[in-house]
């Protein structure tokens, strides 16, 4: 394709702010917990790879990598050296990205070697994968950075055609302890030993009053930085999250990715999906409450795990073991945030507010590779009962521990103790409305304080890893 070059050079001229010594975008933002760790793989140079940054949109993705930039320049990297482009820029649409590497070294007149390469939203590039990978092949001394927001599409791709040329780095929406923590209100919570499943640090709060108020601010927005550290800045913050999700991901990056032509059903097969967040589901009920088939059912929720906006959660028995025929599943809003966007702000005193609950509960562990996360349903001799979440052992023959998410301060604990009897659990977790009470055989906590510390312990086993 003919492109006009002079016109390029002055866009990636104009989008390398750093060249001319003016201050590199968005470096006044507070950083993400989850920054560190990223900006190492950036700065690692033992395994020459690509570091591919995954995440939903409007969690903070751009701002990691300009804020990698500021850093790059202040530990002395030329700033020349370091190059960004945005691949949802219309004029860089169908331009190869070697090309526009040459545009930008030519007009600075250096070479690769040695160069921080960033692509922000590299999904928008079609086969992005096999260019990166000839790209990290052929310049050794280089280093390359590439995100995008539709995860399991770009985890998949990745994996196929980058195997030891990428490392990936997942990035949550943003986690309770995080927007605690970013906000100032950490001294509302104080560390305690609680004796349940080895070194983990745990919390509790002597104003669980103004904690829960905390969680219920962020579980309308907190799921999103841009609004959770700036709301009271933000302007009808519901428009903005039903914005990114409507305009961006259901009409643009789905289309965009899987040649989708019917986006009004996929936005209505969303929306059905978003108001049961938490609940059981089944194939023939979601079919007939869309009005579409089976088949499309299936597709339309790889194409809505694929964009990081739900996580669908499968069902084992009593006895923790997986069933040969699913029929039964569980769907999760990935950020409970969404919901406001789509129904507007929801109250605590709202039915479906319990359901937030959990799925806010369930997104803390979303940072974690969730592939042994279940829940588990039973109808056995005249019995029936389920648990809310419960963690599978690698080979899925045993359960670790079993969690039940309750908005109440006077949880029912009779199925869950029944699961953890069969499964030799010797503790369980039943999370509460204000209580915390920490008993021989049950850990009973707030689920503000537990969503606090699921998050806080990921960023500290991260870190460890």
């Known amino acids: 394709m003919a492109f006009d070059e002079k016109i390029l050079s002055g866009r990636i001229k104009k989008d390398h702010v750093w060249w001319q010594n003016e201050p590199v975008p968005f470096c006044e933002l507070s950083k993400r917990r989850y920054y560190p760790g990223f900006y190492s793989l950036i700065k690692q140079q033992t395994l020459h790879r690509a570091v591919v940054l995954m995440g939903p949109r409007r969690i903070g993705k751009t701002v990691m990598m300009y804020q990698a930039i500021q850093d790059l320049i202040e530990e002395g990297i030329d700033p020349e050296k370091i190059l960004y482009f945005s691949m949802d820029t219309p004029l860089y649409t169908n331009i190869a990205l070697d090309q526009l590497i040459e545009l930008a070294i030519q007009s600075q007149d250096i070479d690769i070697e040695g160069c921080y390469i960033f692509f922000d939203e590299i999904q928008y590039f079609k086969d992005w994968e096999i260019h990166l990978k000839v790209l990290v092949d052929r310049n050794r001394n280089t280093k390359f950075v590439a995100s995008g927001s539709a995860a399991a599409a770009l985890r998949m791709k990745s994996i196929e055609s980058g195997a030891g040329r990428f490392s990936d780095f997942f990035l949550p929406p943003l986690t309770f302890s995080e927007y605690i923590d970013l906000n100032g209100y950490d001294s509302l919570l104080e560390e305690v030993n609680v004796d349940f499943g080895g070194p983990r640090s745990f919390f509790r709060t002597e104003n669980i009053e103004e904690l829960n108020n905390h969680f219920y601010d962020y579980i309308n ?245």
């Open 221 to 465: 927005f907190g799921g999103f930085p841009e609004i959770a550290l700036n709301k009271d800045e933000v302007k009808n913050p519901e428009r903005v999250i039903q914005k990114d999700i409507t305009d961006k991901v259901i009409m643009k990056d789905l289309p965009s990715l899987f040649g989708i032509e019917n986006t009004l059903e996929l936005q209505q097969f969303f929306n059905v999906l978003s108001y049961r967040t938490g609940e059981i589901l089944n194939f023939q009920s979601v079919s007939q409450e869309t009005k579409t088939d089976i088949k499309t059912v299936k597709k339309y929720l790889e194409y809505l795990e694929s964009a990081f906006l739900i996580k669908v959660l499968h069902r084992v028995d009593v006895t923790a073991k997986r069933f040969k025929n699913i029929t039964q599943f569980k769907v999760y809003l990935t950020n409970p945030s969404l919901f406001t966007g789509l129904f507007g702000k929801i109250e605590m005193n709202d039915e479906r507010f319990p359901h937030l609950v959990e799925t806010a509960v369930f997104a803390q562990y979303l940072h974690r590779e969730h592939n042994y996360l279940r829940y588990a349903n039973w109808k056995r001799n005249g019995k029936e009962g389920e648990v809310d979440l419960i963690q599978l052992s690698t080979n899925f023959q045993k359960a670790y521990w079993a969690l039940e998410v309750k908005w109440s301060d006077s949880p029912k604990v009779d199925k869950l103790k029944f699961f953890m009897n069969k499964n030799s659990i010797e503790k369980g977790i039943v999370t509460s409305r204000t209580i915390f009470d920490d008993r021989e055989d049950l850990l009973i906590v707030p689920n503000s304080v537990y969503a606090y510390v699921v998050g806080k312990n990921a960023l500290g086993s991260l870190y460890q890893d």
